[in-house]
């Protein structure tokens, strides 16, 4: 049994919220979670001031029915099956869209990874060096292959680096959390801001709100 690989063009679909004006202050690149579609994670960012921030989230292409069930549509950014190619699959899709949406130099560039989304945005910024104002990690691992060296083009005094997580996340055991801010200090010594809210692993709406300002 052999296994081969070909290479072939796709096309997916990604979703904004507002409009990019002369208006506009903050513009978001928002990684889904796992079992996310792209339009039901931007809908959460519906919240914050409509004239001042400008939603992208990339939408992960292989899709699947939830819960055994064939009525609902999440989908999934990797898996440990052939890692490195769907990594590489990835990582075409988010400079796609970068470089589709022309992002202006003088607004504030926030990119956010929530759950599974951690993992691609924070693999993004590191293989590519993007610069943005802040690179908001939100419960969610942090790949093991990064290293310090990975982050030594930012500028903290024009960066901010926020780990956030929820007290009752039911998925971060202490042993796990230990392991994660081990993580983030390895990689950020003590250049970032840890913020832990009352919640579980979901996104909160209060401190999405506070982290627009």
Same mark, same amino acid.
Not at 93 to 104: C, D, G, M, Q, S
């Given at each position: 049994m052999n296994e081969k690989e070909i290479t072939y063009q796709i096309t997916n679909t990604y979703t904004t919220v507002n409009k990019l004006t002369a208006k506009t202050k903050n513009v978001w690149l928002v990684c889904h979670g796992i079992g996310f579609l792209s339009r039901y994670f931007a809908a959460y960012f519906e919240i914050l001031n409509p004239d001042e921030n400008y939603i992208i989230a990339p939408q992960a292409s292989s899709k699947y029915y939830l819960n055994g069930e *064939?009525? %609902? =549509?999440? $989908?999934?950014?990797? &898996?440990?099956? !052939?890692t490195e190619k769907e990594i590489a +699959? =990835? /990582?075409? !899709?988010? +400079? $796609? #869209? *970068?470089? $589709?949406? %022309? #992002?202006?130099? %003088? =607004? !504030?560039f926030y990119i956010l990874g929530f759950s599974q989304g951690v993992s691609v945005a924070m693999r993004w910024v590191a293989r590519y060096k993007i610069p943005c104002t802040k690179l908001i990690i939100y419960a969610g691992s942090i790949p093991t292959e990064l290293k310090k060296e990975d982050f030594d083009f930012i500028n903290y005094d024009t960066t901010k680096v926020m780990n956030v997580v929820g007290d009752k996340d039911e *998925?971060? &055991?202490?042993?796990? /959390?230990q392991l994660e801010l081990e993580k983030m200090k390895s990689l950020f010594g003590n250049k970032y801001t840890l913020k832990i809210f009352e919640g579980t692993h979901k996104m909160n709406m209060k401190i999405l709100s506070e982290l627009a300002d």
């Open positions: *064939y009525k %609902h =549509v999440g $989908a999934s950014w990797l &898996t440990k099956e !052939n +699959n =990835v /990582m075409a !899709n988010l +400079n $796609a #869209i *970068y470089e $589709a949406e %022309h #992002i202006p130099k %003088h =607004v !504030n *998925y971060l &055991t202490e042993k796990r /959390m």
